[in-house]
Structure formats: C-alpha cells, structure tokens
C-alpha cells in the first residue's frame, strides 16, 4: 500500500526514483511524484494515474537535474486520487517536501491547529499536516524539529524527507509502516520494499518503530525518539534482480504461479531431515498449550482456515481461526495456555500487527509465518517460521499462499508426534508425503494445460459460486478471492452443505459452480450437491483427483489435482484454481498484477 523511495549521492536523483517507483507499482497505487534538489531550491512533479505518465512529464520538463530526492506512489485514503493530493508535499515556505505512507489518525486536530496560526493547506490530505509542523517547529536542526513532529502524531508512518536547507541530506522515520535504509558506495537510499532498491543494493537496515534516521552520501546515522544515537546491524538481502522482473512472462502473477515448485521446494526441503520434520527455529512444547488461535487477513486467513481443519485433526486440540480486522476487537478467550499463529506474507499487515499485540497482551505465545525476514511481525513474535516464497511481486498472492498452507501442514504434522498424537509410523509416512509436494505442484501445472479453454467458455459469467467440503471449503475461499480480485467476476466460496439455506436460490440456468471434490473421504456427499445444482441448470466445474472417473459423469468439465494425503490436498489443489483466475482475467483484458483499488500490503487499517 503505497510506496516510498529516496536517494542521495552522485548520480542523477530523478532516473534512480523513477526506476524505483516502477518496481514497486505492484504495491497498488493510483498517483505517483517525485521532488528534487537543485540549486538551492526543491523542484517537484506529480500525477495522478500510472508511474509512466510521471515518467513522461519528468522527460517533459527537462528531467529534474539534482543529486537528491524523493518519490511515492499513492493509494488514496484521505482526499480523491489527483495530481493535488498525490505526494510529495511541500511546506509552506517550499523549504521541505515529505512522502509518506501510514495514516495520520488526529490530522484533522493538527489541521485545525496549524490553519489557526496562519498556515494555508493545499491538499486534502493527512500527510501535509506533517510537513507543516515540520516547517512550523523547525529553527535551523531538522532533526530536532522532525522529532518534535513526529511526537505530535498518531497512527501509523514511514516518512522521507527532503530539505532544501540542507542539500546532499535525507532523514526518514518510521512507525508502523515499512521502512528500509539502503547502503551504497558513496550512495545511501531509503525505501518501504527492496524490490526499489535491489537493481543498486542489498545492503540494507531495517528501521524500527519510533526511530528516525539521517542520510547522507557517506554516512547513515539512526536515533531513537529521544535523539539519541543507536547503533543498527545491516542484513544482507539474497535475492537479485531477476527476481523482481518477469523473466518473459506477460505478468508477474503467471510467473509466481509457476515457481511454486521452487518455492515449496525452499519451504520444505531445509526442515525434512532423516525422514523427520525439524524446525530448528521453535522452541516450543506443545504440551503446555491447551488452545491455538490462528489469524491473519485475506489470502493468509485462507490459509489458516486450512490451518484449523489440519492442525485440529491431527492434534486434537480446539483450533480457531479469526479474520485479524476482527480479533483486534473481539472479546475472546486467549490466555497462557493459548498457542497463537499469526499469518502474513509481508509481515507488515496492520490489523494482523495488531490482532497479534492483543494476543501477546493477553499472555499468549506468538508464532508467527512471514515470508520478509526482519519484518515487523517477524520480530514482535515469540517464535518465527519463514515461508522462504522468495518475492512476490503481483497482488493476488499464489506462491505466498502455497508456502503458508506447506508450513502449516508441516507444522501440524510435527506438533501432533510432539503431543504423542502421531504415531512413528503415520509421522514417517506424512513426512515423506509432504516432500513430495514440490513435484506434485509440478505435475498440477503439467496437467491443467487446457485450464485456457475453460477460462475461455467462461469468462464472461456475471457472477459464480465455489463449493466444497472441510479442506475443500478451505481451498474454495482462496479459489473465490483470486477469481474476484484480479478479474472482477463476482464470486462467493459456500460449505457446499450450506447450499439449501439460501444460496441454491441464486442457481440458474448457465450459473457456473466450481466444485472442489479433492477430499475424498466427503466426495459423494459433494456429488450430491453437485446433481442439485445441475437440476437446476448450473455449468459444473470440477476439481478433482486424478484418475477418478466418476467425476466425468457428474461434472460439465473438471480440473485434475495429483493425489496425495488427504490432508495434504490443499496445498496442490488451489493451483489449477490460480491459472483458472488468471487466463479469465486475462481473456477479459484486466490489469493482473494491479488489480484496481487493491495493494500488496495493507499496512493500514
């Protein structure tokens, strides 16, 4: 959700910005801006729309010489998506422009508060709020002003700031939102995602909560909120560049979907050893625990419903999943004894954040899987399971979900023989079984080579509805989401069970039902709803196992997922779902990788 990007040094500012706003595009977006030091002055270019239109202008006006600057794309919150309210902003008296990403919750307090002494607001926005203060409180120290302004704000910010007092200079500040500090030779950079920075670093800090940071060419100094220095460590990044480009892919999305082998293969083989399932990184004893909440939002909340059915089943212990939105306000029962995971691909998602401290509050131990090592859910956790997806770049999560259901299924696996829950016998067998997932990922793909065709007959359906049953109603919510978000095709996931209160009142003739049929041990009690539905004239899309035939005589059309362990389907059955939603976004002519209206990482609430 938004993006952020500055550099100082020898090169040219603007061309450094613009490719780093390019890379981050996929955080979703709907206006973008730079500003730039030149002569003494801060020269600025905004637009609204695409990074390309800024681009243009940028290339229009000249180019905006200058060896230091800022840039940020924006997500609309407060005022309309324009060329006004689009960062950076400037103060009043043109000597600081600020980007940000966060939301001001008392902005409109300190509005009210600055237009009474005089100051005269341009924008709709929160942000400008801050880079008046900042203009109101400074008295020649930025960084003593900026640390009087920040102490006035509540909610959440990564900030970048660019003076005209002070040429060649930088400073940044963060509280609860990304923010990295990008270490280069004669260079320094400040980003919210790496993926801006990759092409010139991977070399970088992490900042934390309430810290703000000074940025110069040669040197990076960081201060805690009192103004005093604190010393950082600097972590190396290990992917390249070619991770973050399409590698002759037409979007990021069908990439992603396609490294899932690879990805699942990182996730799991390094925790597969002797034929058991380590976890070097835990320190727990499941023993203690008498209850396990797992919560996250949107595609990882999918996951942890998986999660629920499968550790539930194999542990015997009471598992609840909960949407994070609504944990962080619900009175629920969480104490000592409770086990809670907490699910985020970015490790940055706010209601998750905070759904998280609620459950540290309340005395429960915290397990996070993230996918962004030194991320911030990563450091609040008792103990941190990383997904090792690699990065994703499209919004619509694919290999990011797959790696999640893998750890929590080894997890699961390994947490029922901790307990005594398992047997050695069933322990060695799942535990060879889940090896294999990363060449059953491969053979998904391979197999679902006509999923074009389908997506072809179907692509035009008004709206559709997913069914299934336990782990197959897990999957359909994942399978709805990916549909809907990329393609704009109205969907709804049901317990298939489900259908006679209410929904099979929406069944027509031509309806399409996709059916997950994956969980053998419900499959004819799902064929029973898959003949209601085709009573009433709905088009039947089947997922199923391989080779079962039976499926040809009830369905319209199906999709075949390679069989495996029951309990282990999820993870290889959502793949044909993936390529279904991205081949019918793509007949529509969607923009894939930028869905409208939505972001990587909602860092806000």
Not at 18 to 45: P, W
Not at 59 to 80: L, Y
Not at 572 to 584: M, S, T
Request: glycine fraction near 8%; hydrophobic fraction near 45%.
């Amino acid at each position: 959700m938004c993006g952020i990007v500055g550099y100082t040094g020898q090169l040219q500012a603007a061309p450094v910005l613009l490719n780093g706003l390019k890379h981050l595009e996929y955080r979703g977006y709907d206006s973008a801006g730079i500003a730039v030091l030149n002569d003494g002055a801060i020269e600025m270019t905004k637009t609204s729309g695409k990074v390309d239109a800024l681009i243009e202008k940028v290339q229009e006006i000249g180019g905006m010489p200058g060896i230091s600057g800022i840039g940020h794309t924006r997500w609309a919150t407060h005022g309309v998506p324009n060329e006004v309210n689009a960062h950076p902003h400037l103060s009043q008296d043109g000597r600081f422009a600020i980007v940000h990403n966060g939301i001001i919750e008392n902005f409109a307090v300190l509005r009210k508060e600055l237009e009474d002494k005089g100051v005269v607001f341009r924008s709709e926005t929160d942000t400008e709020v801050i880079v008046q203060l900042l203009g109101i409180y400074y008295e020649g120290d930025i960084k003593k002003a900026l640390l009087r302004t920040v102490s006035r704000l509540e909610g959440s910010y990564a900030l970048g700031v660019l003076s005209s007092d002070e040429p060649g200079t930088l400073y940044a500040a963060r509280v609860a939102s990304p923010l990295i500090i990008g270490i280069g030779a004669g260079e320094n950079f400040f980003a919210s995602d790496i993926t801006a920075l990759i092409s010139h670093t991977k070399n970088v800090i992490d900042m934390d909560d309430g810290e703000i940071a000074e940025i110069t060419p040669d040197r990076i100094t960081v201060f805690d909120h009192a103004g005093r220095e604190i010393k950082k460590e600097e972590r190396y990044v290990s992917w390249d560049v070619a991770s973050a480009e399409k590698n002759g892919y037409d979007h990021f999305m069908l990439k992603e979907i396609m490294e899932q082998p690879a990805s699942l293969k990182a996730a799991i083989e390094p925790r597969i050893r002797a034929g058991a399932i380590v976890f070097d990184e835990l320190d727990l004893d499941m023993k203690k625990y008498d209850r396990v909440m797992i919560t996250a939002c949107g595609s990882a909340y999918h996951a942890a419903v998986v999660g629920k059915y499968l550790i539930q089943k194999l542990c015997r212990i009471p598992v609840d999943a909960e949407v994070a939105s609504e944990l962080r306000y619900e009175d629920a029962v969480i104490d000592e004894r409770t086990l809670a995971i907490v699910i985020s691909q970015s490790g940055e998602t706010a209601d998750t954040i905070a759904a998280m401290k609620k459950c540290k509050d309340a005395g429960a131990s915290v397990l996070a899987i993230v996918n962004v090592v030194g991320s911030t859910i990563a450091k609040l956790a008792d103990s941190v399971i990383y997904t090792w997806a690699g990065p994703e770049i499209a919004v619509a999560t694919t290999k990011g979900y797959t790696t999640q259901v893998a750890v929590l299924s080894m997890f699961a696996v390994w947490a029922a023989h901790e307990t005594g829950r398992m047997d050695e016998a069933l322990f060695k067998k799942m535990t060879a079984d889940i090896r294999l997932i990363p060449k059953l990922a491969q053979r998904a793909l391979d197999l679902n080579a006509r999923v074009k065709k389908l997506a072809e007959k179907y692509h035009d359906q008004p709206s559709l509805f997913f069914i299934g049953r336990n782990l197959d109603y897990a999957v359909c919510l994942e399978g709805s989401l990916k549909l809907k978000e990329i393609s704009y095709i109205h969907s709804e996931a049901y317990a298939a069970g489900e259908l006679k209160h209410g929904t099979i009142a929406l069944i027509e003739p031509g309806r399409l039902v996709v059916a997950l049929c994956c969980y053998e041990e419900l499959f004819d009690k799902t064929v029973s709803n898959i003949q209601q539905v085709k009573a009433r004239g709905a088009d039947v899309l089947a997922v199923a196992p391989e080779g079962n035939r039976r499926i040809f005589a009830e369905a319209n059309a199906s999709l075949p997922v390679p069989r495996t362990d029951p309990n282990l389907v999820p993870v290889i059955e959502i793949i044909p779902l993936q390529l279904f939603a991205y081949y019918v976004a793509k007949r529509n002519g969607c923009d894939i990788d930028k869905p409208k209206n939505l972001a990587k990482s909602v860092t806000v609430e």
